[in-house]
């Protein structure tokens, strides 16, 4: 199973045209050379709402919202240049939460979720594998707690199983809910008894993972929010699982569920407004399999800086990465610009990891870092081009990573579009900018 960035959605506003991008379920642009390019259809772009990619087997499937903001899904198969296309009845407002998750289960039936921002639930499935004309409307999957539902995720568990998972209720206050799909009864039912993170009326979680490590461990962080208010986030977290079902703190000791903020394997205490936020609380691993978990926060002269946190021998170790005379002051509700991205280290040359990263004044590039201490040896400039090609001012280039896997490794796919920036989930006045194109890129083996 491939180490999928489990992100919910977050916008970039284009400061430099040089590395504008939407930051959501994908990743940093790729460093990678495009091999060929391949056009979907025109899609809405006032704002920017994340789209989902799936290889499966010979075949591929784009969801996203047309130029009408219409729910679509489109498929081909991996030899083929024609789509076939299939239009849902969802239509999608100005909230940019409302991003769509599309997966295959074991039997090749494709499900799609989306649309929803602390909404009830919205799930289609197929009748006919792989035939995007068989979706239709399933009223529930449990019928127990899918009334306020956001940030639908599908991922697979060690066997390949079918697992779904949200948010249920609202920023400050909200669960996490974990579902297990049976292919055989075509049925859902809940894989834990209770959430998985519970934050009462106090708080939530916002989640990275699972991730399903080099280990054979499945890896989670999060950050705990209090309020609505984004620069509310506190205390990262961490927690791991063999089976999904047991959870563990880094040392090892059992977790009773719901995780609470009282409960959480706390990396480091960090108070409300002190500089860490959802989304750029990130997993990597090291070379012997170890996770890492990286995040910034403010330093001591009020900065912000990354730092990479691993737990070592009972205690965290945590290093920083940057060193930057720039602070990223952020605050207040919706979806808002963000101006530093981050990646998980992951192994490089001998010795060493590697970091990327993005900073609206400071470019993108990685760090290479000494893998034992954590601490940074060089910081090396990135060399990749990602030119706004639509002409109306402020559009920015979206990405989304390939939720599955093509046949044939090491090829990838990454979806690929310009918007507007986002505008904190409000409409925006006047004319909306023409739309633009969707393609699917097809990258070079790194």
């Not at 390019?37 to 025109?42: E, I, K, Q, R, T």
């Not at 289609?124 to 995720?153: C, H, K, N, Q, S």
């Not at 070379?287 to 990286?294: F, K, L, Q, T």
């Not at 330093?299 to 602070?327: C, H, K, L």
Request: hydrophobic share 35%; aromatic share 10%.
């Amino acid at each position: 199973m491939r180490a999928f960035p489990f992100r919910r959605l977050i916008t970039l506003a284009l400061l430099p045209l040089f590395f504008s991008r939407l930051l959501a379920l994908g990743p940093l642009p790729p460093d990678q050379a495009a091999v060929r390019s391949l056009d979907v259809a025109p899609v809405w772009s006032a704002h920017p709402v994340q789209f989902a990619l799936l290889t499966h087997g010979d075949r591929q499937y784009v969801a996203y919202y047309d130029d009408a903001r219409t729910l679509t899904i489109a498929a081909r198969k991996l030899s083929d240049q024609a789509w076939t296309t299939a239009r849902l009845p969802v239509v999608t407002g100005w909230d940019s939460h409302n991003y769509l998750a599309l997966a295959a289960d074991r039997d090749g039936q494709l499900h799609l979720s989306g649309n929803m921002h602390v909404n009830p639930l919205i799930y289609f499935r197929t009748t006919r594998p792989g035939d995007i004309a068989t979706f239709e409307r399933i009223a529930a999957m449990t019928g127990i707690a899918e009334e306020r539902v956001t940030y639908p995720l599908f991922f697979k568990d060690g066997s390949g199983e079918l697992l779904f998972t949200y948010r249920n209720g609202g920023s400050g206050r909200g669960d996490q809910i974990y579902n297990r799909y049976d292919a055989g009864k075509r049925t859902w039912s809940r894989l834990l008894d209770t959430p998985l993170t519970a934050g009462g009326s106090r708080a939530n979680a916002y989640l990275h993972g699972p991730i399903l490590g080099p280990d054979g461990w499945f890896h989670l962080c999060w950050v705990w929010r209090l309020t609505p208010d984004c620069s509310t986030n506190t205390n990262p977290s961490y927690a791991r699982s063999r089976d999904l079902v047991h959870w563990e703190n880094s040392r090892g000791e059992p977790l009773a569920l719901p995780i609470t903020p009282e409960t959480s394997d706390i990396i480091e205490p960090i108070a409300p407004r002190g500089g860490i936020i959802n989304n750029n609380i990130v997993l990597g691993f090291d070379s012997r399999g170890r996770a890492v978990v990286s995040y910034h926060k403010f330093d001591a002269q009020g900065f912000t800086q990354i730092y990479n946190a691993r737990s070592e021998n009972g205690a965290w170790r945590i290093v920083p990465a940057s060193d930057w005379n720039y602070r990223w002051e952020f605050s207040g509700g919706g979806s808002i610009d963000f101006e530093i991205q981050l990646e998980g280290p992951r192994p490089g040359a001998a010795g060493q990891l590697r970091q990327p990263y993005w900073h609206a004044r400071q470019g993108a590039g990685h760090w290479r870092l000494d893998e034992t201490t954590l601490k940074p040896i060089a910081t090396v400039p990135a060399k990749i081009e990602n030119r706004v090609e639509a002409k109306t001012p402020g559009m920015v280039v979206n990405w989304a990573e390939d939720s599955g896997e093509a046949p044939g490794s090491p090829r990838r796919f990454m979806l690929r579009w310009e918007t507007l920036g986002n505008n904190r989930d409000r409409p925006r006045a006047g004319e909306p900018p023409a739309p633009t194109t969707l393609r699917v890129i097809e990258l070079a083996a790194p």
